[in-house]
């Protein structure tokens, strides 16, 4: 039931649309081609910013292009500064598996030679 009532506003509603534009039309074809365009606040601060010299031969084009170097020279840095910390980490865990594996083949010679030295103790 519900979907019946929304199908029918929709219809309606697209009807209402379609009787709205048939009525506006005569109106629209007898405006003018083309209207006096006026100059806004907006075109005047662009005149105005445009007669001043610093910004007579300004490109958008170079300041982009100059913006984007920066970004690049940033990001490259970023990338060298996260290399050398990886580089770093990678150093550190090598001299902590190689101590660990020091400390193991130590902790097993000490007790060979525990055990020797008790094996020549005992036949006493």
């Known amino acids: 039931m519900l979907e019946l009532i ?6 309606a509603s697209f009807l209402g649309m379609v009787v709205i ?3 506006k039309i005569p109106v629209l074809v007898s405006l003018p081609a ?3 365009v006026k100059d806004t606040l ?12 610093p910004f007579k031969n300004f490109s958008y084009e170079l ?10 020279i940033l990001a490259l840095k970023i ?3 996260t290399l050398n910390w990886v580089q770093k980490l990678k150093e550190s865990y090598q001299k902590k ?3 660990k594996i020091d400390d193991y083949w130590q902790k097993i010679r000490k007790e060979v030679k525990r055990k ?5 103790a005992k036949p006493k």
């Open 116 to 120: 020797e030295v008790k094996k020549v």
């Open 34 to 36: 083309a209207f006096p």
């Open 79 to 81: 990338e060298n500064l």
């Open 42 to 53: 907006v075109i005047k601060f662009k005149k105005r910013i445009g007669e001043i010299s």
């Open 63 to 72: 300041f982009l292009q100059k913006i984007l170097a920066k970004i690049r």
């Open 21 to 23: 534009v048939f009525r």
């Open 97 to 99: 598996k190689t101590l």
């Open 6 to 11: 929304a199908l029918f506003i929709l219809i």
